[in-house]
């Protein structure tokens, strides 16, 4: 949901709540798959350096 041209703060929370009750949930991972496998990937690092 894209509000960015809306100005008012209320007016685009009750946008925001009506996009979030009418999107499809979210799929549950399936047994076999790794807990961490949704989580956001970490590119090479350097050396040193926080992951998050």
């Given amino acids: 949901m894209n ?10 929370k009750k946008l925001k709540r ?8 979210k ?3 399936a ?3 790794a807990r961490g496998s949704t ?5 090479k690092m350097v050396k040193g350096q926080r992951k998050r």
């Fill in 3 to 12: 509000t960015k041209k809306v100005t008012d703060k209320l007016e685009r």
């Fill in 27 to 29: 799929p549950k991972r």
């Fill in 39 to 43: 989580k956001r990937k970490v590119a």
């Fill in 18 to 25: 009506t996009a979030r009750k009418k999107a499809a949930p």
């Fill in 31 to 33: 047994s076999g798959v």
